[in-house]
């Protein structure tokens, strides 16, 4: 089994930056495609970005191109998410996942394995 846990959410202000890290556990953790998702309040989770296995392979969704990287680690079993230019519309509370695959899926199908999730507040 692969745990999960996120870390780096806090309250910034239109403009500001956040780097959200997900440490994982588990020895299978470099073999799994890696990805963010986020949920605002009162709508449904949705993906945000995801990196294959050997970081050979990322993609995000249209609204946070240019602006957020997602990374990972493996020596260190950790996944990042490098936010910056935030916007109100980026609030939301963000999950790191756990593929069960080595390339690349933006659908939570695929996602077996997911953190508790860490707020992300941006103000206007």
């Known amino acids: 089994q692969v745990q999960l846990v996120e870390s780096g959410g806090g309250l910034v202000q239109t403009g500001g930056s956040l780097r959200l890290s997900c440490a994982a556990s588990?020895?299978?953790?470099?073999?799994?495609?890696m990805g963010w998702f986020r949920q605002a309040p009162g709508k449904e989770r949705t993906f945000v970005a995801v990196?294959?296995?050997?970081?050979?392979?990322?993609s995000y969704t249209d609204s946070v191109k240019g602006r957020y990287t997602i990374s990972r680690d493996n020596a260190k079993n950790t996944l990042y998410l490098q936010m910056n230019s935030l916007k109100p519309e980026d609030t939301a509370v963000y999950y790191c996942?756990?593929?069960?695959?080595?390339?690349?899926?933006?659908?939570?199908?695929?996602?077996?394995?997911w953190g508790q999730g860490t707020q992300v507040t941006v103000s206007s």
């Open positions: 588990g020895r299978t953790f470099s073999g799994r495609s």
């Open positions: 996942a756990a593929s069960s695959l080595s390339g690349i899926t933006m659908l939570q199908r695929n996602y077996p394995y």
């Open positions: 990196i294959s296995w050997n970081s050979s392979n990322t």
